[in-house]
């Protein structure tokens, strides 16, 4: 299970202009309990990148 500063630091990511980071967040927030709504939500990200890993995160 991850910390509570790591499900913020990727919270937080979110937001990135930045693809990678936000397709890092993601595959972060797969690994913590409660998040499906912010995984759907990058679902509909304009980068494929964002998108699959998202849609791998929801799967998990």
Same mark, same amino acid.
């Given at each position: 299970?991850? !910390?509570?500063? +790591?499900?913020?630091?990727? $919270?937080?990511? @979110? #937001? /990135?202009?930045?693809? !990678?980071?936000? !397709? &890092?967040?993601?595959? #972060? $927030? /797969?690994?913590?309990?409660?998040? %499906?709504?912010?995984?759907? &939500? @990058?679902? !509909?990200?304009? %980068?494929? +990148?964002?998108? =699959? &890993? =998202? =849609? @791998?995160? @929801? #799967?998990?």
């Amino acid at each position: 299970m991850i !910390a509570g500063h +790591q499900v913020a630091f990727f $919270l937080r990511e @979110l #937001g /990135s202009p930045e693809p !990678a980071r936000r !397709a &890092a967040a993601a595959k #972060g $927030l /797969s690994e913590a309990p409660g998040h %499906v709504t912010e995984l759907v &939500a @990058l679902t !509909a990200d304009p %980068v494929p +990148q964002v998108r =699959a &890993a =998202a =849609a @791998l995160g @929801l #799967g998990r």
